[in-house]
């Protein structure tokens, strides 16, 4: 069993450390957020002071923040995560951040002597708590065979997607389907509303032809054919709006760089933008149907 320092401890990473501590494992845990270490505190982590502190005698680090300038903040510089570890440390990072961040933390990683592997999520919090992960993993094969283990105790799927960064790329180019077949199926359901069709008939052929896809048949916009689905709880997240529109940004900023055509990604960006500027992005992403629903283009 090992030592592991956990930090960001918020809504995903408190229930993945309470997961590895059911494992068996000694986790040291670090957030800056009272609420959140309380919290973790309650489920079996110990807590350190500071980051620094919690990352001194570890032989794993994990860490769950924001975003990428949280991230490469707390690992890179003298006064960084890097610093502090003892070299040869495994550094998981299983936060959704951009590709070129993931990059420099690996490099970074490397220059001081520890093994890193990038390892952003899908499944939610619901998924956090159950230990039903998908990690979607970047780093060498040394580094993920390293990894698996740990990843195994917080998710169910682990997917070696290739070097620095893969595990970011799938993350940000699956979301970024996400959002578009999204759009496409709330679209199609207020058509269809438009032209006399129920929602029920519209799901039952679709679902069965070649329109069905996830964001229908397991998290259908309108309530009714998927009694689970958030449309059924007045569209509660679930995936709130704000982080969707995280994962898109992340994707169009990344296919500039990398000069990919996404004229699909880049409008269902602009529609999750106006959609959460319009005061929605605490609501589940899902929700887009109703604001299309209400739009006139008459
Ligand atoms: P969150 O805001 O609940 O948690 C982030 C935590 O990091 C907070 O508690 C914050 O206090 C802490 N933090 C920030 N800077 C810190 C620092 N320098 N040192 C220590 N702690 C620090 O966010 P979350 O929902 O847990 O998401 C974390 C990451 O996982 C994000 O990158 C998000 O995009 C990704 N993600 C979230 C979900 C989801 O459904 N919530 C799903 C998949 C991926």
Partial sequence: MASIAFIGLGNMGGPMAANLVKAGHTITGFDLSPAAVAAAQARGVNVAESATAAVAAAEVVVTML???KHVVGAAT??????????????????????VASARAFHEAAKAAGHASVDAPVS??????????????????????AAARPYL???????????????GQAAKICNNMILGISMIAVS?????????????????????????????????????????????????????AAALMLKDLRLSQDAADTAGAATALGAAATALYTAFAEAGNDGKDFSGIVEWIRDRDDT
Wanted: proline residues 7%.
């Fill in 123 to 144: 499944g939610g919090v619901g998924g956090a708590e159950a230990a039903t992960l998908t990690f979607m993993v970047g780093g060498t094969d040394g580094a993920f």
């Fill in 66 to 68: 924001p975003s990428g």
């Fill in 152 to 166: 195994e105790a917080m998710g169910r799927k682990i997917v070696h997607c290739g070097g620095a960064g893969a």
């Fill in 187 to 239: 679209e199609a359901f207020v058509l269809g509303e438009k032209l006399g069709l129920s929602h029920e008939a519209l799901y039952e052929v679709a679902s069965t032809s070649s329109g069905q896809c996830w964001s229908l048949t397991t998290y259908c916009p309108v309530p009714g054919p998927v009694p689970t689905s958030p449309a059924n709880r007045g569209y509660q997240p679930g995936f």
């Fill in 77 to 98: 510089g003298a006064e960084g995560l890097f610093a502090a570890a003892r070299p040869g440390t495994l550094f998981i990072d299983s936060s959704t951040i951009d």
